[in-house]
């Protein structure tokens, strides 16, 4: 439909009487009880004259319940794909909506808004320019801050709750759904406002916003970030963190390397020559007050992160959501490090970070990672903090298959290092074996196998085999020398992941009645049950499988 003759009826008609009044009769009742809808701070949305009202967007359903908040018609804008349909367009205008053309900067949209405004009607506009879910809010665009100053109307601030779950597929659930609206924000009228300055009102009502969503419960933004961990990826992380804009807090183990990292801002131990940005504030782990922050980063090894959640995992604020950096699985019972976290947290989400990312290189060249989290929310709200750190993230809520992935990185890494002594045919065959096989071990345990073929799982074992300050790979030639696996992380100065995890790997494998040999046989070499000769002479040889569920070669 030709979107002139919509803004001119918007502008000069206004919203059909009837057709308005007959709709909102039907639907506010329905609203009221199938929604079980509150509506709070109803006094702050003046009962005449204009008035814009700046709220978030999270489902379709938005501008009709937000409407229920005012005795009055309320114009909003919509986006113009909804006004291709005659009938559709005719009906959504007679409620008063009309349409924009989203980031094309749509003059004519804000002229039908100011029209509206300057009869003494009410505009709801969403500043962040389309429906954002879930997780927190998004990030407006400056057009509210525009019509503010140039309409010289007061700004309400509104947040709804609850209708991003009403809907799935076609179907309209019974679900709670809440509006809040705060005190009206008054700005002088200016002609023609420069975009700067139209920016800086619009950052002025936004936070008001989020102060309302907030109230309702709605998952705050990521302000402030703790990282437990002043490894190379822990300091890594909180680099990457801060050169993003947000406030670290980075947590060593001891007191001495506080006050080295305190005077010297450099980590030469674990990240030499990268500086410490001036937002990093560097304290002994236990002298952090986890209370303040949005964030909080466990970037341990994993048989440390039992001590660590004993420590901490109490003080970390329910409000929180929680990262786990480690590859590994934590002892004694080879739990999966989310899990675990999870268990030993009052964290409202967890996740847990793979790919190939090693520390040193995701600073320098930026890095693709993989992000798992069952909550969907918290997943694409840290996603967008990691891309605002320039990461590539990809989402998937199958976290067994990225944590398990990055055991099997680790584990395959080892078992080449390992046999590389009886060539490279050796090192390969042991390397695809033990991969293949904690690859059947995470599909036992609900892992999809697109996981392992992708960045968390063959992307990251390439980048392990490749890089030269590989700790499991210098782990494996260590283990191929005799050195007894207890004296591997004290020669490297680092832990090794893969020596600890092995064995849990294995007890798991035993467990599912998977037959894993190659796995089974380099737990043995890191356990000390068998020399290093005996490990590479066993790689190649046939097996006689027993009862247990075979385990085919990716």
Same mark, same amino acid.
């Given at each position: 439909?030709?979107?002139? #003759? ?35 701070? %109803? ?34 804008? =919509? ?63 400056? !057009? ?16 709804? &709750? ?8 076609? /179907? ?26 139209? !920016?800086?009102?619009?950052? /002025? ?47 060593? %183990? ?5 006050? $080295? ?13 990268? $500086? ?23 970037? +341990? ?41 999870? $268990? ?10 793979? !790919? ?45 298959? #990225? ?32 991969? =293949? ?36 790979? /210098? ?14 992380? @004290?020669?490297?100065?680092?832990? =090794?992941?893969?020596?600890?995890? #092995? ?13 894993? @040999? ?7 070499? +890191?356990?000390?049950? &068998? ?22 070669? =990716?």
């Amino acid at each position: 439909m030709n979107h002139e #003759v919509l803004h001119r009826r918007a502008r000069e008609q206004g919203a059909n009487p009837f057709v308005y009044w007959l709709v909102r009769a039907f639907f506010q009742p329905f609203f009221n009880t199938y929604f079980r809808m509150s509506r709070i701070g %109803r006094e702050h949305i003046p009962a005449e004259g204009p008035v814009i009202v700046a709220a978030n967007h999270r489902s379709f359903l938005d501008p009709f319940v937000i409407a229920t908040m005012a005795r009055r018609p309320m114009y909003y804008v =919509a986006k113009e794909e909804l006004f291709r349909k005659p009938i559709v367009a005719w009906f959504l205008n007679a409620l008063g909506a009309f349409p924009v053309n989203r980031g094309m900067g749509d003059t004519e949209m804000i002229e039908t808004a100011k029209a509206i405004l300057a009869r003494g009607d009410i505009v709801l506009i969403f500043p962040e320019g389309t429906r954002t879910r879930p997780g927190s809010l998004g990030k407006p665009h400056r !057009g509210v801050g525009r019509l503010a100053l140039e309409s010289g109307a007061p700004v309400v601030p509104v947040a709804v &709750i609850g209708t991003e779950s009403v809907r799935r597929g076609w /179907r309209i659930r019974p679900h709670k759904v809440r509006i809040r609206a705060g005190r009206p924000l008054r700005f002088p009228q200016v002609e023609g406002p420069s975009p700067a300055l139209a !920016g800086a009102v619009t950052a /002025r009502i936004w936070p008001c916003v989020l102060l309302q969503w907030e109230w309702l419960g709605g998952l705050p933004p990521i302000r402030r970030a703790a990282v437990i961990g002043a490894g190379s990826w822990g300091t890594s992380l909180a680099v990457t963190l801060a050169r993003a804009g947000f406030e670290v807090d980075l947590g060593c %183990r001891t007191h001495e390397q506080a006050v $080295e990292l305190q005077e010297t801002r450099h980590n030469e131990r674990y990240l030499p020559g990268v $500086e410490l940005p001036d937002t990093v504030k560097v304290m002994r782990a236990a002298e952090l007050e986890l209370g303040g922050n949005d964030l909080v980063c466990l970037a +341990v090894p994993s048989k440390a992160l039992p001590a660590v959640l004993a420590a901490y995992g109490e003080k970390i604020p329910r409000r929180a959501g929680l990262l786990v950096l480690s590859k590994g699985l934590v002892p004694p019972l080879g739990t999966l490090p989310s899990a675990f976290a999870s $268990e030993r947290s009052r964290a409202r989400a967890v996740g847990a970070l793979g !790919g190939p990312s090693h520390a040193a290189g995701v600073l320098e060249w930026g890095a693709s990672v993989v992000l798992a989290s069952l909550d969907e929310g918290f997943a694409r709200q840290l996603a967008d903090v990691l891309r605002a750190a320039n990461l590539d993230v990809t989402i998937t809520n199958d976290v067994t298959g #990225v944590e398990l992935a990055g055991c099997a990185k680790n584990a395959a890494a080892l078992a080449a290092a390992a046999a590389a002594g009886a060539g490279p045919n050796v090192a390969g065959a042991a390397a695809g074996k033990v991969f =293949a096989e904690v690859d059947s071990l995470a599909r036992a345990q609900g892992g999809r196998p697109e996981t392992f073929s992708g960045l968390a799982g063959a992307g990251d074992l390439v980048a392990t085999v490749v890089a030269s300050e590989s700790r499991n790979r /210098r782990a494996g030639e260590l283990l191929a020398q005799g050195m007894p696996a207890d004296q591997i992380a @004290p020669a490297l100065g680092h832990a =090794a992941e893969a020596v600890d995890c #092995v064995p849990l790997l294995a007890a798991a494998a035993r467990n599912a009645r998977l037959d894993t @040999p190659a796995l089974d046989g380099l737990a043995a070499l +890191v356990e000390g049950r &068998i020399e290093p000769e005996q490990w590479t002479e066993t790689v190649t040889q046939p097996t006689v499988r027993g009862r247990k569920r075979t385990v085919r070669a =990716a």
